[in-house]
């Protein structure tokens, strides 16, 4: 990440946050500087950790990437004028800043820190015991303080939280489209007869026959003539009896 696009980070989060908080009144920019920092006149190694520190509380840290990082120190208008101080690594920074709203104007600033120049703790001496008879003397003068410790190593991951209720149904989703024509069936079997239908109507009178041989007519007259000759006789003798 270049210097030009860490500022224009920096400006862009600079005029994001002077937006006035409509939620409280008391809710001012947060102090930003670009802080390029070394140790011992190298620049500081990419993953190196800065830790910023107002009036000996609110750590605040941020990760070195090519020699610099981003500083965010939120605080309120009382804050301003407030020394700030910094650690590089677990090395004490020599320069220190001072809060102000939004940060300096440039959001520039420069740290740098020597394993030389880290103070020295003398150990403190125990003082010989002394047996005294009577009142118990004061208290013997406070030692300096120790110098910061190292930051700690990050804690464990926390247990998952509890599943969140179920969301709302979505929409229906769109008709898909028609799928493709299925295999032919087999043939059913076949159905009981039906009832049967009305008598159709009669025909019409077909062509006349051709005419039997004369043979056939003459044996008929022969026989016509015997029945009338038979029935007359017959008309007779019912007479006479």
């Known amino acids: 990440m270049t210097k030009f696009k860490i500022l224009a980070l920096i400006v862009g989060m600079m005029l994001l946050l002077a937006i006035p908080a409509a939620a409280s009144a008391q809710n001012v920019p947060p102090h930003l500087s670009l802080v390029t920092a070394t140790i011992d006149g190298e620049p500081a190694p990419d993953g190196t950790v800065i830790t910023a520190t107002m009036e000996g509380k609110d750590d605040v840290t941020a990760t070195v990437t090519n020699g610099q990082a981003v500083i965010v ?82 804690g464990d991951t926390g247990q998952a939280g509890a599943d969140g209720a179920a969301g709302a149904k979505g929409a229906d989703g769109a008709a898909g489209g028609a799928g493709s024509v299925g295999a032919k069936g087999d043939t059913g079997s076949v159905g009981s007869p039906g009832a049967s239908g009305p008598a159709g109507a009669s025909g019409s009178d077909g062509a006349p026959g051709d005419d039997g041989s004369s043979v056939l007519g003459i044996v008929a007259l022969i026989l016509a003539i015997v029945a009338i000759v038979g029935a007359g006789g017959a008309f007779l003798l019912g007479r006479r009896a």
């Open 73 to 154: 120190i939120e605080g309120e208008a009382g804050n301003t004028g407030a020394t700030i101080t910094f650690m590089i690594g677990d090395l004490d920074a020599a320069e220190t800043d001072t809060w102000e709203q939004g940060g300096h104007a440039d959001a520039t600033l420069s740290i740098s820190a020597s394993a030389a120049d880290q103070p020295t703790v003398e150990p403190i001496e125990e003082p010989e015991e002394v047996v005294t008879v009577g009142v118990e003397g004061p208290p013997g003068p406070q030692g300096p303080a120790g110098r910061r410790g190292a930051k700690g190593d990050t």
